[in-house]
């Protein structure tokens, strides 16, 4: 069971919107910076949003990453079917452990 | 480009000890920019994160490994190594190797990963 909670699967029609959350709590979210992966099937996840909100270079600007208290948010716009991967947060604890969700599935319809 | 390439028995057997190097090339393990990674994924499931080490050797671990679990570095030949001791089959899994930007606070690169399986 993950500390940070992700729901496990969303899903939408191509061209939507999709936002996939990630709970957590102070020891965590609360007090650090969260970071986006997106692993697409037989692939090692790659980074998509870092520092909550920043999008490395080469990640378009479809994606994007918010954090309200001890939640964040990725949010994804123009949904195209090369997106239908899984979908991971991450942040560290008080120990400066590394945490990962539990892992979101993006199924495009 | 930095590239990270993970190497080492892809079988094991219960009860031994798992052996992993990842090779860094395209940049340096002695920078003290980044914390040098492994995160394991078992067949189907999530992440799960191992533990890092620091250019300085300096590691930290996931309290739930940490008394089987040590992590090496080898500045001399660019290399981080993992060592997983009395494996058993939950220890099955996709192992990866990743760098932890210090700057950006995320894994920025990672290896394409091994499959160990833990079998008799």
Redesign the interface.
């Known amino acids: 069971q993950?500390v940070l909670t992700q729901p496990p699967s969303v899903s939408a029609a191509p061209g939507q919107k999709v936002t996939i959350s990630c709970s957590g709590s102070s020891s965590n979210i609360g007090n650090?910076?969260v970071?986006w992966?997106q692993q697409l099937p037989g692939?090692?996840?790659?980074?998509l949003?870092?520092?909550n909100n920043?999008r490395?270079s080469g990640i378009p600007d479809r994606f994007s990453g918010s954090k309200s208290g001890t939640s964040a948010t990725l949010g994804i716009t123009g949904l195209q079917t090369g997106d239908e991967a899984?979908y991971?947060c991450?942040t560290w604890d008080s120990?400066?452990?590394?945490?990962?969700?539990?892992?979101t599935q993006l199924t495009v319809l | 480009q930095v590239q990270l390439q993970e190497s080492g028995p892809g079988l094991v057997k219960p009860s031994e000890t798992l052996s992993l190097t990842c090779t860094v090339s395209g940049g340096s393990v002695s920078s003290g920019s980044y914390y040098w990674s492994w995160i394991r994924q078992p067949p189907g499931k999530g992440l799960e994160w191992i533990g890092y080490i620091y250019y300085s050797g300096s590691t930290n671990y996931n309290p739930s490994l940490k008394s089987r679990v040590t992590i090496s570095v080898d500045t001399s030949k660019n290399q981080f190594s993992l060592k997983l001791s009395s494996v058993t089959a939950a220890d099955t899994a996709v192992y990866y190797c990743a760098r932890f930007g210090i700057a950006v606070a995320g894994y920025d690169y990672w290896g394409q990963g091994t499959l160990v399986t833990v079998s008799s």
């Open positions: 993950s650090n910076y970071s992966y692939t090692a996840p790659k980074l949003i870092y520092d920043k490395p899984d991971y991450g120990s400066l452990s590394v945490l990962f969700g539990g892992g």
